[in-house]
C-alpha cells in the first residue's frame, strides 16, 4: 500500500496545484478511512507524511496564485484567470480542505 501511495504522490509533479490539492486531500481520506475499518495504519508514517507535506505545498501554490486581487496593474497581469476572467477556483480548495482530515 505504502508504495502505492508513493507511486502516486511522485506522479503529482508537474501537475496543475489543484488537481494536486484535490488528489492528496483524496489519499489522505483514504488512508483515515482504511485506518479506521482495519484497525492499523495502511501506509507507513512517512507515506503520509509526504502526501500531506504535498498538500500543503499545494494549497500554498493555490493561495498564491488565486488569492487577493493584487492592486497594481503589473501584477493583476500575471495573475491567471478562468475564460470568464472569474477567480474562484481556491473557494472549490478551501471547501475541500474543511473536509480533509489532516493529523
Known amino acids: 500500500?505504502?508504495?502505492?501511495?508513493?507511486?502516486l504522490v511522485k506522479g503529482f509533479k508537474g501537475g496543475q496545484a489543484v488537481i494536486r490539492f484535490v488528489c492528496a486531500g483524496g489519499i489522505l481520506l483514504?488512508?483515515?478511512?482504511?485506518?479506521?475499518k482495519l484497525g492499523a495504519d495502511p501506509g507507513s508514517g512517512s507515506v503520509r507524511a509526504k502526501t500531506e507535506d504535498e498538500l500543503i505545498v499545494a494549497l500554498t501554490e493555490i493561495m498564491e496564485?488565486?488569492?487577493?486581487?493584487?492592486?497594481?496593474?503589473w501584477e493583476?497581469?500575471?495573475?491567471?484567470?478562468?475564460?470568464r476572467g472569474e477567480r474562484e477556483?481556491?473557494?472549490l480548495s478551501f471547501l475541500h480542505c474543511?473536509?480533509?482530515?489532516?493529523?
Not at 1 to 7: D, I, S, T
Not at 65 to 73: I, T
Not at 76 to 83: A, D, G, L, M, R
Request: proline fraction near 8%; glycine fraction near 8%.
Open 98 to 103: 474543511s473536509q480533509t482530515n489532516i493529523s
Open 76 to 83: 493583476k497581469e500575471f495573475q491567471p484567470e478562468t475564460e
Open 65 to 73: 496564485l488565486y488569492g487577493a486581487p493584487k492592486d497594481s496593474a
Open 30 to 36: 483514504g488512508l483515515e478511512d482504511l485506518k479506521k
Open 89 to 91: 477556483p481556491h473557494v
Open 1 to 7: 500500500m505504502a508504495e502505492w501511495v508513493r507511486g
